[in-house]
T-cell receptor
């Protein structure tokens, strides 16, 4: 079956602009996660959704970052007033939603802020 | 908070050499431990996992044993191949609730023919 997909695969923007990154989880997966991976580092947790609600957004670095999942499937990560330090690969993962379930990762969106 | 420390790379090995990538962790409770692999140009994939002490995870010739006494989860493979060249991430999830993954910084492995 189809895995987690993310669009766009690459995004180049200018400092101060607004961007949206999209994640399509595996069908039927209720849990969805966003991570950010900076160059040479491991992924860092941003936010977790269970269904439509953000159950834990403690990893969002500041209020310029926001994510939604209005129908409990597709999620959008939104970044306002982008800064050069936001440049990274943004990863999405999904899982069936029960404790102990493996997370399946998408290929990521590579964001470059000029 | 929870953390994972793994050996820095890059690690360069000849084909058929023995591989060890060290990983230690700090966590409260009873974490589950994972190794993820990221092949060039591809997304993160789960390689193996262990959910309790003394469990051994294995896949594609790779093995790792959950050692609670040393808080370690070292990755091993007896004979590496060129196709194993990738970045390997040690990671954990904590039993304190949902499964937020805490990753190490990754170790790049290059296998030369």
């Amino acid at each position: 079956g189809a895995g987690v997909s993310q669009t766009p695969s690459n995004k180049v923007t200018e400092k101060g602009k607004y961007v949206e990154l999209r994640c399509d989880p595996i069908s039927g997966h209720t849990a969805l996660y966003w991570y950010r991976q900076s160059l040479g580092q491991g992924p860092e947790f941003l936010i977790y959704f269970q269904g439509t609600g953000a159950a834990d957004d403690s990893g969002l670095p500041n209020d310029r970052f926001f994510a939604v999942r209005p129908e409990g499937s597709v999620s959008t990560l939104k970044i306002q007033r982008t800064e050069r330090g936001d440049s990274a690969v943004y990863l999405c993962a999904s899982s069936p939603g029960h404790d102990g379930e493996t997370q399946y990762f998408g290929p990521g969106t590579r964001l470059l802020v000029l | 908070g929870d953390s994972v420390t793994q050996m820095e790379g890059p690690v360069t090995l000849s084909e058929e050499a023995f591989l060890t990538i060290n990983c230690t962790y700090t966590a409260t409770g009873y974490p589950s431990l994972f190794w993820y692999v990221q092949y060039p140009g591809e997304g993160l994939q789960l390689l193996l996992k262990a959910t309790k002490a003394d469990d051994k995870g294995s896949n594609k010739g790779f093995e790792a044993t959950y050692r609670k006494e040393t808080t370690s989860f070292h990755l091993e493979k007896g004979s590496v191949q060129v196709s194993d060249s990738a970045v390997y991430f040690c990671a954990l999830t904590n039993s304190g609730g949902y499964q937020k993954v805490t990753f190490g910084t990754g170790t790049k492995l290059q296998v030369i023919p």
